[in-house]
């Protein structure tokens, strides 16, 4: 069983569409993040959860939603998004929020926004 | 503010040749600085990292990295590279030494032709 886990894989949706994206980690860390990985741009930090308390927003559109119901579980819900968020979304976890090692990442949730 | 540059956003080698895969970093306070490497449709998986002691870092696959005070820079190199090295390679710093996720850099492609 990998550490980190995400699904789905790929995911395609409209514009009106509601969707969510599921992250679950098995490595006993508190800390969790979504990261946004676009072609030919620099990963960028979207939310971090640290024992389920939000404790960044890197000024992300209110059209996506992070909900941390435990240290385990970490999603992402999507709304009337736009094709230009089409991307690979990444979760990651870490030991604590005050860690300064490495984040360990989920191999990916691959959005397409028609 | 913290940031990380990769020089090169595209690297070829021929196999058995050096990788050097150039990463330098601004930051305000003694970064800990990491390298991640990325095969097609997967997430993220950290090569090495650098946080305090010794300056040469060694990290799977044969790869290793030098911190570079003088010169903010922490290039990643390989004395010979293998086929199954072409993927892509990401340099990335902490936002500061009691911070909760890393600033990644562009990302270096590396290719590897026989």
């Given at each position: 069983?990998?550490?980190?886990?995400?699904?789905?894989?790929?995911?395609?949706?409209?514009?009106?569409?509601?969707?969510?994206?599921?992250?679950?980690?098995?490595?006993?860390?508190?800390?969790?993040?979504?990261?946004?990985?676009?072609?030919?741009?620099?990963?960028?930090?979207?939310?971090?959860?640290?024992?389920?308390?939000?404790?960044?927003?890197?000024?992300?559109?209110?059209?996506?939603?992070?909900?941390?119901?435990?240290?385990?579980?970490?999603?992402?819900?999507?709304?009337?998004?736009?094709?230009?968020?089409?991307?690979?979304?990444?979760?990651?976890?870490?030991?604590?929020?005050?860690?300064?090692?490495?984040?360990?990442?989920?191999?990916?949730?691959?959005?397409?926004?028609? | 503010?913290?940031?990380?540059?990769?020089?090169?956003?595209?690297?070829?080698?021929?196999?058995?040749?050096?990788?050097?895969?150039?990463?330098?970093?601004?930051?305000?306070?003694?970064?800990?600085?990491?390298?991640?490497?990325?095969?097609?449709?997967?997430g993220l998986q950290?090569?090495?990292?650098?946080?305090?002691?010794?300056?040469?870092?060694?990290?799977?696959?044969?790869?290793?990295?030098?911190?570079?005070?003088?010169?903010?820079?922490?290039?990643?190199?390989?004395?010979?590279?293998?086929?199954?090295?072409?993927a892509e390679y990401?340099?990335?710093?902490?936002?500061?030494?009691?911070?909760?996720?890393?600033?990644?850099?562009?990302?270096?492609?590396?290719?590897?032709?026989?």
């Amino acid at each position: 069983e990998t550490g980190v886990t995400q699904t789905p894989r790929h995911l395609v949706m409209g514009m009106t569409n509601k969707k969510s994206l599921k992250c679950e980690q098995h490595l006993g860390h508190n800390a969790m993040y979504w990261y946004k990985q676009s072609a030919k741009k620099p990963l960028e930090l979207m939310f971090v959860y640290n024992f389920k308390e939000q404790t960044e927003n890197n000024s992300v559109p209110s059209r996506f939603s992070p909900e941390c119901p435990n240290s385990s579980h970490l999603f992402l819900h999507l709304h009337t998004l736009q094709p230009e968020d089409s991307a690979l979304y990444l979760c990651a976890s870490s030991p604590s929020g005050g860690y300064t090692g490495e984040l360990f990442f989920g191999e990916g949730s691959r959005l397409t926004v028609l | 503010a913290q940031s990380v540059t990769q020089l090169g956003s595209h690297v070829s080698v021929s196999e058995g040749a050096l990788v050097l895969l150039r990463c330098n970093y601004s930051s305000s306070v003694p970064p800990y600085l990491f390298w991640y490497v990325q095969y097609p449709n997967q997430g993220l998986q950290l090569l090495l990292k650098y946080t305090t002691g010794a300056t040469l870092v060694k990290g799977i696959n044969g790869f290793e990295a030098e911190f570079k005070k003088s010169e903010t820079s922490f290039h990643l190199t390989k004395p010979s590279a293998h086929m199954s090295d072409a993927a892509e390679y990401f340099c990335a710093v902490n936002l500061n030494q009691a911070g909760t996720a890393l600033i990644f850099g562009k990302g270096t492609t590396l290719s590897v032709s026989s």
